[in-house]
Structure formats: C-alpha cells, structure tokens
T-cell receptor, first 116, second 110 residues
Framework: SQTIHQWPATLVQPVGSPLSLECTVE??????LYWYRQAAGRGLQLLFYSVGIGQISSEVPQNLSASRPQDRQFILSSKKLLLSDSGFYLC???????????????FGSGTRLTVV | EDKVVQSPLSLVVHEGDTVTLNCSYE??????LLWYKQEKKAPTFLFML????IEKKSGRLSSILDKKELFSILNITATQTGDSAVYLC??????????FGAGTILRVKS
C-alpha cells in the first residue's frame, strides 16, 4: 500500500538555527512531491514541488530550500530560521497521470514548527 | 495570479443547524475545485468539482460549482460536533499545483 511519512510531528527551534524536515513515500515510484506551509489562520501555500530526483521548483521567494536526493524522499531545509518561518508544514505526493478522485493527492500528517 | 477566497473566515453554530460555506475564485484557466476538511493535521479530501450545476453529495455534506459566477458552496446539514474543523477550498491548476483559500473555521456547539 502507499503511505507517506513525515517527521518530526512538532519542532521548536531558536531563531538562526538550521532546519531539516523529511518526507518519504512508500509504495509508489516517481511520485510528484510537494511542500506546503500553513501559517496561523491562513490557507496552505505551495513552497516547492518536484517531478523527479534533483528537480526542484520554487513557488515563493523565501528562507527555505528543498532537495530530493532519492526518488521517494523530499527534504525541506533552512540554514538559519526566522520567526516568520513558524507554521505548519505539510508534505504531499501524487502519482503522475492520476485524475480521480482528487488527482491522487495525499497529504502527510504535517510538522508544526515554532521558531522562538 | 490565481486566487481563491473563502467566506466566512469563521462560523459558530449549534448542533443540528445547516451551514453553507462559500468559495469564490479568480483563475486564469479553470481546471477543478476541491474541498478539504482539516482537523489539526492533514487535510481530508471531500469533493472535487469540475462541471457546473452537478451536485456532489456524501452523507450530510454536499457541494456544487457555478462556473459562470465563479464560486462553489459546501453545505453541511444537521451539523454535529464532529463537523468542527477548518474547511479548505482549493483550485487545482494545470501543473497539478493546488491554490488554497484561507479556509473557514467551523465550530459546532453541543
């Protein structure tokens, strides 16, 4: 079966510290992978997406970067966190070519990041 | 830039009430509108709407799309405390990227 793992579930980091959030997918090959962020009281905003190993597209200018070192692994990083990086980070994946019922989108359980 | 706007931003109702959540959109090339329910963590998929006027229904929840007026509504009848959540509306762009609205926070009081 296909599953998505995202960790850690919660994280409290000081301003200026580095960040690494990891997302892995099981049971599928060559998925499209996505990182979304949800600030308090806001909807989800797409940060990065990837259609293959080493292929990263950035949607918004920011303090974060993403990498895809393996087919089913997607990493969100920062060298120095800012207070404004606080939020709820969700990883998602889909199988290319899937249309129904929701284009195959599956979200991970998320990481709640608080920068202090 | 594609835009999705939801209203109201928050809503408090009593059990048994019927609620209507609104989602309007301004997009370059419409593809599909999706509704999700989010309780603390990952959003749960509810409906995908592609065609105008065709109601999608699941139990007490239903949704419909109006492509002429560029909006969708999500109805919940006979609300229960378990319906308390954030309801998200999103447009699926070509390129398979979701553009979300800010969400509606629904609280159902017993």
């Amino acid at each position: 079966s296909q599953t998505i793992h995202q960790w850690p579930a919660t994280l409290v980091q000081p301003v200026g510290s580095p960040l690494s959030l990891e997302c892995t997918v099981e049971g599928t090959s060559n998925p499209n992978l996505y990182w979304y962020r949800q600030a308090a009281g806001r909807g989800l905003q797409l940060l990065f997406y990837s259609v293959g190993i080493g292929q990263i597209s950035s949607e918004v200018p920011q303090n974060l970067s993403a990498s895809r070192p393996q087919d089913r692994q997607f990493i969100l990083s920062s060298k120095k966190l800012l207070l404004s990086d606080s939020g709820f980070y969700l990883c998602a994946w889909r199988t290319p070519g899937t249309a129904l019922p929701n284009y195959g989108y599956t979200f991970g359980s998320g990481t709640r990041l608080t920068v202090v | 830039e594609d835009k999705v706007v939801q209203s109201p931003l928050s809503l408090v109702v009593h059990e048994g009430d019927t609620v209507t959540l609104n989602c309007s959109y301004e997009v370059t090339n419409f593809r599909s509108l999706l509704w999700y329910k989010q309780e603390k963590k990952a959003p749960t998929f509810l409906f995908m709407l592609t065609s105008s006027g065709i109601e999608k229904k699941s139990g007490r929840l239903s949704s419909i799309l109006d492509k002429k007026e560029l909006f969708s509504i999500l109805n919940i009848t006979a609300t229960q405390t378990g319906d308390s959540a954030v309801y998200l509306c999103a447009h699926m762009e070509y390129g398979n990227k979701l553009v979300f609205g800010a969400g509606t926070i629904l609280r159902v009081k017993s």
